[in-house]
């Protein structure tokens, strides 16, 4: 899919309140970092998507780097705040391990999250966001020991089960669906009910 630049001139961009422009340079960044990756991409490349100059990003940010840390940390936030959601009983005999993986599922919608999180975990040779990757990681480990009071077996197979979905979705198989049935039954096996809704956002047909 191909990254649109924003069709906000760069004189409205300026009179937006600085919380509102960063929003949008991390909106951008996340789009971009999720397609072409931390090495892929430039600050220059997130600047025209947004529709601010590149030494305004700099200013703000001050490097590429921070820039990718900071779409991290958002992305994580983001993950945090559908799982905290999901917590509480709803009282129709779900299991906390399925709401879980419902949340997750359902952040297919949120551009660019889960392909982020995805390469900052294969980033671990990198010192500084190789770093922050693993800080992340063991984040969602602990959310899930001490606020889902998941057992070790429970975490075991919960992690797993998001990274699979995390690789289908990296390799884009939702885009490929109808033209292989193994791929199919796999795109089904891993996401079962919520098949449609990868396939709304990610899928052949998609927008």
């Not at 649109?4 to 340079?25: F, G, H």
């Not at 997750?104 to 660019?112: A, C, E, I, R, T």
């Amino acid at each position: 899919m191909a990254i649109k630049k924003s069709s906000a001139p760069a004189a409205t961009a300026a009179r937006m309140p600085a919380a509102q422009r960063r929003d949008l340079i991390l909106a951008a960044a996340t789009e971009l970092f999720a397609q072409r990756g931390y090495h892929g991409t430039t600050t220059d490349q997130i600047a025209q998507a947004a529709g601010i100059s590149q030494p305004y990003v700099v200013r703000m940010f001050g490097t590429k780097e921070q820039l990718f840390l900071e779409v991290l940390d958002r992305a994580l936030q983001t993950l945090f705040v559908a799982f905290r959601a999901a917590l509480p009983d709803p009282g129709d005999g779900s299991k906390l391990t399925q709401r879980l993986g419902t949340a997750f599922v359902d952040l297919v919608g949120s551009v660019g999250l889960h392909r982020t999180l995805l390469h900052a975990f294969v980033s671990g040779n990198d010192p500084v966001i190789g770093a922050a990757a693993r800080k992340g990681f063991v984040g969602i480990y602990t959310f899930l020991r001490d606020e889902a009071h998941f057992e070790p077996v429970d975490v075991q197979q919960f992690l797993g089960y998001g990274m699979l979905m995390s690789v289908l979705l990296g390799i884009e198989l939702p885009s490929t669906f109808g033209t292989d049935a193994d791929a199919d039954e796999l795109m089904n096996v891993a996401f079962g009910d919520k098949c449609g809704v990868v396939l709304a956002v990610a899928g052949p047909d998609a927008a």
